[in-house]
């Protein structure tokens, strides 16, 4: 069982900066992939960020430029750190893990809520 657990979410002005944090617990498999996941009031959870084993990384196109996807691996930590920031960047941030046949869903964007692993979320808000 895999359990994750993310932190850091605040409100902060339009280009402020935040870093991410999800401790990663449990057995994860020697295959795994790591993802951060965002979602809007009224819209549809989208794939942010994605890691993986091999040291893949991949980003939604609109945060490629200022996201980092991260991980320690020594702490088992994910972190996500994002700069200049947006109003369209708000959203409730969650971290996923998943592996096996579910790894490509992860990548690709589409993991479902009821598939993988999953933390409970940290807001993110950006206002003026």
């Known amino acids: 069982q895999v359990q994750l657990a993310e932190s850091g979410g605040g409100s902060v002005q339009p280009g402020g900066s935040l870093t991410l944090s999800c401790a990663v617990s449990g057995h994860t498999g020697s295959r795994w992939y790591l993802g951060w996941f965002r979602q809007a009031q009224g819209f549809a959870r989208e794939r942010v960020a994605a890691l993986n084993f091999n040291g893949a990384i991949r980003y939604l196109n609109s945060v490629k430029d200022r996201f980092t996807i991260s991980v320690d691996n020594t702490q088992n930590t994910l972190y996500l750190h994002m700069t200049n920031l947006q109003p369209a960047d708000t959203g409730m941030y969650y971290c996923?893990?998943?592996?096996?046949?579910?790894?490509?869903?992860?990548?690709?964007?589409?993991?479902?809520?009821?598939?993988?692993?999953w933390g409970q979320g940290t807001q993110v808000t950006v206002s003026s």
């Open positions: 996923a893990e998943a592996s096996g046949t579910l790894a490509y869903a992860l990548w690709s964007g589409e993991l479902k809520p009821d598939s993988g692993y």
